[in-house]
């Protein structure tokens, strides 16, 4: 059986148990050798690893790791796609970056949250503004999509550049991001944000007590 026709209870567990421990180790924060060491560790972890590669061979496992639910860990950490639920902690979704970068008045116009970069649209009354957020070295893209915007619309589309505790924007960064954005006709905004307890994810007890092991069936 390929690795992916996975039976969905064994899929799910691996998920809940990779993600968790993503969210142990501050995923996002490593480095890209210790994100490769922990590919190998994983593969190497009974409850990981030792499930996988009895459903196909090592390279295939690791690449169905980085494939499936690491390609997919930042966006169900912002609540965006199909892998939220599994998320421990995510951040409050994209409803903060719409009352960060216009203020009050404005809320997220429904279905409208999209992807590379990270955007969705905001209204007002008549009027709606595009909005596209990321971390500091999403900023290029960032530029290039409030540009396109900007173009099109009547409204000044605004970037969002978004921070967690341990990431900082130099002053002189800063004024150089504003001064890029204010050439593209677009606000710039930054926004540092705490992760909360993923409301949606799977494991969560009705109590909000913490994490129920799965119950699921190999």
Not at 116 to 133: E, F, L, S, V
Not at 152 to 161: Q, Y
Not at 186 to 199: C, G, K
Request: one cysteine or more; charged letters at 25%; hydrophobic letters at 35%.
């Amino acid at each position: 059986m390929a690795l992916q026709q996975l039976p969905a209870p064994i899929r799910e567990r691996l998920l809940i148990e990779i993600y968790q421990q993503a969210n142990d180790m501050d995923w996002e924060f490593l480095s890209n050798t210790e994100k490769t060491n922990q590919y190998r560790r994983w593969i190497e972890d009974p409850k990981v690893g030792g499930v996988l590669l009895a459903y196909g061979p090592e390279k295939d496992a690791r690449v169905w790791i980085k494939d499936v639910p690491m390609k997919e860990y930042a966006r169900a950490q912002e609540g965006i796609g199909n892998y939220v639920r599994y998320a421990v902690n995510r951040f409050q979704g994209p409803e903060e970056i719409v009352r960060a970068a216009c203020g009050s008045g404005w809320v997220m116009k429904p279905d409208s949250v999209g992807e590379k970069p990270n955007h969705c649209y905001a209204i007002a009354g008549d009027a709606t503004r595009y909005i596209c957020w990321g971390r500091v070295g999403n900023f290029r893209d960032l530029v290039w999509a409030a540009l396109n915007e900007a173009i099109d619309s009547t409204e000044r589309p605004a970037i969002v550049i978004t921070t967690r505790n341990g990431e900082t924007v130099s002053t002189a960064e800063h004024t150089r991001q504003e001064r890029l954005a204010l050439r593209c006709g677009a606000d710039l905004r930054h926004l540092h944000r705490e992760m909360v307890p993923n409301p949606d994810y799977l494991g969560a007890t009705g109590d909000g007590r913490g994490p129920l092991q799965p119950t699921l069936i190999d």
